[in-house]
């Protein structure tokens, strides 16, 4: 540690693009220390407890929090008896923008934090120490948000955006939480854990041994309920597509019709939990490896003129037939799938002569008739 820098013995306010910056900061008992902007920029900040108030930090507003050193940044309670200082979120979703130092955790904060929702920005590791109570829904959208006990409120909705992860470093049963997000997709209902964890689903944004138990599912491609977006599901969809079914089920878009729309956003969905934030995959990826190319054509080659209702063996439009259409679809694909490729139309024209060639000859070729 090192000497005190900074003393709140009365209401202190932070506001705006103000900054401040101290190596050690002392909230006195019966203090607030409001939040509604700016940047704080401390080593250690201790909130004094009190027998009936204690010091507490209120947000008002997103803050950033930047370690003064490549130590990293801790809020702690004081020392003394009486009830442990807080961080109040005010009733709103406050963002928490935490940067990145040399440290394994940028900033601890082993105060609870209560009455609200909560958003992590920023590229540093924010860790909740202990135990809090906040009622609201839980975002990641940057970096890492570190979990050291089953905190999350059950009626929480937890989203991880871009390259936010969670480390959920706890033991015992898992957090309950109503549904869990990756880039706006809801995953499925269950048991979420870190790869090893030995939970019913794992993904790569979990880590640590704690377990999250996801209790409801938005409609959003995952349709035998494995955990994996993938060609099981698609082709289950365009299967359905293809023959008119009536599968609410499978409804992605919530219009109460199964359409190509449907095909649509299970490609966006998918992508965005298996390609990444924004991306999806293109027409005629039939491996669904996220590259439109020659092994893709090896599958609606092999099916071609066929009434196969699949993605995998071609059917990219669910017609319910593997046709030039479908190889028409793949070449937008390709051609989409590098902003470098140049369009070739007389390899395209090409291929769908041969298609069609190859197709009118089975249409066209006259039954073997065998004569006595």
């Not at 979420?192 to 041994?209: D, E, M």
């Not at 991306?279 to 071609?304: I, M, Q, R, T």
């Amino acid at each position: 540690s090192g000497p005190l820098s900074a003393q709140f013995s009365a209401p202190v306010t932070l506001l705006g693009d103000a900054r401040f910056s101290a190596h050690t900061v002392q909230v006195d008992a019966g203090q607030l220390f409001a939040i509604g902007g700016g940047t704080l920029s401390i080593q250690q900040l201790n909130l004094m407890p009190a027998t009936q108030s204690p010091a507490k930090i209120l947000l008002v507003g997103d803050t950033t929090f930047h370690p003064i050193s490549e130590l990293g940044a801790v809020i702690a309670n004081g020392s003394g008896t009486g009830g442990t200082g807080y961080i109040d979120l005010d009733g709103g979703e406050r963002t928490l923008f935490v940067g990145d130092t040399t440290a394994e955790t940028d900033v601890t904060i082993t105060v609870p934090v209560v009455n609200g929702g909560l958003r992590k920005d920023g590229d540093g590791k924010l860790l909740l120490a202990v135990a809090s109570n906040y009622d609201g829904d839980t975002t990641v959208s940057r970096g890492v948000l570190g979990l050291s006990s089953a905190m999350f409120s059950d009626d929480a909705k937890v989203r991880m955006e871009g390259d936010g992860s969670l480390d959920l470093s706890f033991s015992g049963a898992p957090d309950v939480i109503d549904s869990l997000f990756v880039n706006g997709v809801s995953l499925t209902a269950g048991i979420w854990g870190a790869k090893g964890s030995g939970a019913q689903f794992t993904s790569p944004r979990l880590t640590g041994s704690g377990l999250l138990q996801v209790s409801h599912s938005v409609a959003s491609g995952d349709f035998n309920q494995d955990g994996a977006f993938d060609g099981d599901d698609l082709d289950v969809l365009v299967a359905a597509i293809a023959s008119g079914a009536d599968a609410a089920a499978l409804d992605l878009t919530g219009d109460d019709n199964l359409a190509l729309d449907d095909l649509d956003a299970w490609l966006s969905n998918a992508g965005a939990v298996n390609l990444g934030a924004g991306k999806s995959y293109l027409p005629g990826d039939a491996d669904l490896d996220g590259v439109v190319g020659a092994l893709d054509f090896e599958h609606w080659n092999a099916n071609k003129f066929t009434a196969s209702a699949t993605w995998r063996s071609g059917d990219f439009n669910a017609d319910g037939v593997v046709d030039a259409t479908d190889l028409n679809i793949w070449n937008v694909g390709r051609v989409a799938a590098s902003s470098h490729t140049v369009p070739e139309p007389d390899s395209v024209f090409l291929l769908l002569g041969i298609a069609a060639l190859m197709y009118r000859r089975c249409v066209r070729r006259p039954p073997h008739i065998a004569l006595a």
